[in-house]
């Protein structure tokens, strides 16, 4: 029996290894010199004005909204096509999370539903802000997006967690047009795209949200305070009740070079994804992954869906059989409102949103990471062809 490929994978090389030790000689372990070079690195590599390394993309969006002033009686419009974090932030800062349905081929916010959405809660609360998801590495629609946070004035916290490096009519996911107020968050977390092990960046082209959201990251510390990092006072001021959100500088030496390899990683997973697709394209009990022409996506994931109408048990045996193939796989994701705090919080059922409730049984992850062999690929493409043949009506 050949060893069992795991769903995902960490890319690391003696390159970052090599980071970490140093960081370890020096003996400055906690926000330092690589912090400030991988928020220096990172805004450049995306074209954004101020980047903030963190501890999560979860406290990247919790800042963020911290920042805009979203608090109680507002509204945050969230797909409910995503992961936990994109709405409990919502919680944290005491507004309440509007699910969305998705676009039936992205996976992604679908603009139509999210004008209908903020239509139909006026009655709940201030429609303040929209956390559109980047599914997979594939940008939402955005000028949809664009246009709808101009007409009813929303800010928008993207969650890019699955986004770097991806692009969108060619600029880099991360930068926002000038006249929309909002932030991009990015995650490092283990599975992610590159990795610090848990980690997270913001980016903003808003000089004050930037500086609200450095000061928030540390303890509500003065902008000197931060300062005696570049040794600087001991004096500090208190000027707001902060969170604890900073990144180590053993972590964002291995992000940064994690940074320097991002292009070189995802042109991997590209050239996986795509042997996979060539692969599947006769395969008529499934579907593969969609990325529209004017977007670059990360290829964080790639999403193979069982044809319409299979059932989820369908769905449950597929992962079965891979699994049994000693093929790793996951399942991206159970949408938030099956969730039970979201059904019993707020009074959501299944089939109040549709979309998302069929793609979620029909959708499993396969692996596709960038140290992935060649022989690796093909075993999982061998295991998938396999599974057909049983799935086959
Ligand atoms: C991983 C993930 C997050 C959270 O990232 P952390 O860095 O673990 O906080 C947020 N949103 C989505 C869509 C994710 O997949």
Not at 74 to 100: H, K, N, Q
Not at 163 to 187: E, L, M
Not at 205 to 228: E, K, T, Y
Request: charge should be negative; aromatic fraction near 8%.
């Amino acid at each position: 029996m050949p060893e069992r490929i795991p769903f995902a994978l960490p890319d690391i090389t003696d390159a970052e290894v090599d980071a970490v030790t140093a960081v370890l000689r020096s003996r400055w372990l906690t926000s330092g010199a690589e912090c400030q070079a991988f928020e220096r690195e990172f805004a450049a590599a995306i074209g954004a004005e101020h980047a903030l390394a963190l501890n999560s993309c979860t406290a990247a969006l919790h800042l963020s909204l911290e920042a805009l002033g979203v608090g109680r009686g507002d509204l945050v419009f969230v797909p409910t096509y995503t992961f936990a974090a994109s709405a409990e932030v919502v919680r944290y800062v005491g507004a309440r999370p509007i699910l969305v349905d998705v676009d039936p081929v992205t996976h992604n916010l679908d603009p139509d539903a999210l004008r209908l959405a903020i239509e139909v809660s006026r009655h709940l609360g201030v429609a303040k802000a929209v956390i559109p998801v980047h599914f997979a590495g594939v940008a939402c629609e955005l000028d949809s997006l664009w246009e709808i946070a101009r007409e009813f004035d929303l800010a928008v916290v993207e969650d890019a967690a699955h986004a770097f490096p991806a692009s969108y009519a060619g600029a880099p996911i991360g930068t926002i047009p000038p006249d929309i107020r909002g932030t991009s968050c990015f995650s490092f977390y283990a599975t992610k795209t590159i990795t610090t092990g848990e980690g997270g960046m913001v980016t903003t082209n808003d000089p004050i949200l930037a500086g609200r959201m450095r000061v928030m990251s540390l303890h509500g510390l003065s902008r000197q305070a931060w300062n005696r990092y570049s040794g600087g006072t001991w004096k500090y001021d208190i000027v707001a009740p902060g969170f604890k959100y900073n990144l180590t500088d053993l972590a964002a030496a291995m992000g940064r070079t994690q940074l320097g390899r991002a292009l070189e990683m995802r042109d991997r997973r590209r050239e996986i994804a795509e042997r996979y697709t060539a692969a599947f394209s006769d395969l008529t009990s499934l579907e593969t992954p969609v990325v529209p022409d004017n977007r670059v996506s990360a290829w964080h994931l790639y999403v193979l869906r069982l044809a319409a109408g299979a059932s989820e048990a369908k769905r449950d045996q597929a992962i079965d059989m891979l699994s049994a193939a000693g093929i790793g796989t996951s399942m991206h994701f159970i949408p938030l409102h099956l969730h039970s705090y979201y059904r019993t919080t707020y009074g959501y059922t299944p089939q109040d949103l549709p979309v998302a409730l069929d793609l979620y049984q029909r959708s499993l992850s396969l692996p596709g990471y960038s140290s992935m062999s060649d022989e690796e690929v093909e075993r999982v493409i061998e295991a998938v062809r396999d599974m057909n043949d049983v799935l086959e009506p």
